[in-house]
Structures are given as C-alpha cells and as structure tokens.
C-alpha cells in the first residue's frame, strides 16, 4: 500500500463529511488546546506591539525606556514564543503604544 502523504492524512481528519473534525475539537483531543490558544494569543499581541512601534518609529531602546525596563526584558515580552509574559507587562506595553490590552472570558 502507497505511504499516505500528509495532504491525505489533513484531508480525512480534518476534510468534509460527517467524520469531519474540527481543528479546536482535534487539539482538546490532544490536550494542546490551551498552549496553543496561549500561543496564538501571544503571537498576535507580540505582533501588533510591533507593528504600532513601527508605526510610531519607535526603536525598541525607546520602547524600553517608555515601559521602564531593559532591552532584554523588552525582547522576551516582543517574543511571539514567550508565553510566560504577565497581564501587566503587555497591559503596561499596550499603554506604552497609545493601546488597551483587553480580555474576557466566553
């Protein structure tokens, strides 16, 4: 039997049909969804930090100075990896930016 190549494998597990499967249902059954959605969250906050420093012209020296910290502490907060970051350092960021972090729960 020919070796099943992952497009395959994608479109059964995840493709049409009443044996479809949703990608946050696949992840639960996993038991990654938390660290992925964490993840995610993260990235998309890192990036839009970023993006509204460029937009502002703001280097990170500058970005560090407005949030009272050192270059370091800057580069694990702008690291889309490091989930590890507090509420209220990206809050603290947000404000640094002109934004509002903002949370909820569903």
């Not at 059964?12 to 938390?34: A, M, S, T």
């Not at 890192?46 to 100075?65: G, I, V």
């Not at 580069?75 to 990206?90: G, M, Q, S, Y």
């Amino acid at each position: 039997m020919p070796s099943r190549g992952r497009k395959d494998c994608y479109e059964n597990k995840f493709g049409k049909g009443p044996d479809r499967v949703r990608f946050d249902d696949f992840l639960r059954e996993q038991g990654r969804y938390d660290e992925s959605t964490n993840q995610a969250v993260k990235r998309v906050i890192a990036h839009q930090l970023a993006a509204a420093m460029e937009a502002q012209e703001l280097t990170k020296s500058a970005f560090a100075r407005k949030l009272k910290t050192n270059r370091s502490q800057l580069n694990r907060l702008l690291d889309p990896e490091n989930t590890k970051v507090t509420i209220d350092a990206l809050s603290r960021a947000a404000h640094a930016v002109g934004r509002e972090l903002q949370l909820g729960l569903r």
